[in-house]
């Protein structure tokens, strides 16, 4: 990337359509601690259509949010819902110190959150808690290696390379120097 190149400041937020707008409140404020920080209720013009839904912000400490909408028209509901199959693979991940990472398991646990709702993997580059919200989707909160600055040096350089050596058929793992099987 070119040093110069202007990037986005940070995430505003990131949105999903939820089926209970209370029971995501209460997950992400009451239980994960996300203070509401916002709601708004809206009435537009989208997608040739007037749509009219809820939309609330849960605020990050840099004044970012996850965002969740839902609709009071049921066939908006069913258009937008979340119904997506669940896949670890699609989630949102926030950064996280290990101290907040430990509260937040111990927040589940006293919440008697369903221990198949939530697991902890180690990647090598990253140690990670992931847990479902009510519509399935994962929240993944994730501390950085104690060597990440190290890490990120070693990885940049070959990062298109490597994309590169994948795209062509060869997709011999190169996590093997921080990542356990």
Same mark, same amino acid.
Do not use: I
């Given at each position: 990337m070119n040093a110069s190149a202007k990037l986005p400041q940070r995430l505003h937020?990131?949105?999903?359509? @939820?089926k209970d /707008?209370?029971?995501?409140?209460?997950?992400? $404020?009451? @239980?994960?601690? /996300?203070?509401l920080v916002?709601?708004?209720? $809206?009435?537009?013009?989208?997608f040739g259509k007037e749509r009219t839904y809820c939309h609330c912000f849960f605020g990050l400490a840099d004044e970012s949010a996850l965002a969740f909408f839902q609709f009071a028209d049921a066939s908006d509901q069913q258009e937008f819902g979340p119904e997506l199959p669940v896949s670890g693979f699609r989630h949102i991940a926030l950064k996280v110190d290990r101290s907040l990472q430990d509260q937040l398991l111990g927040r589940l646990k006293a919440a008697n959150y369903p221990a198949d709702k939530y697991y902890v993997l180690e990647h090598g580059y990253c140690h990670?808690?992931?847990?479902?919200?009510p519509d399935n989707m994962i929240v993944e909160f994730t501390t950085d290696h104690p060597e990440v600055e190290r890490i990120n040096a070693e990885v940049l350089p070959k990062a298109h390379s490597e994309l590169k050596r994948w795209l062509a058929g060869d997709h011999a793992p190169n996590n093997t120097a921080y990542n356990r099987h």
């Open positions: 937020h990131n949105a999903h359509v @939820v /707008l209370e029971k995501t409140r209460s997950f992400y $404020e009451d @239980v994960l601690g /996300l203070p916002a709601t708004w209720c $809206e009435q537009t013009m989208l990670s808690l992931y847990a479902l919200d």
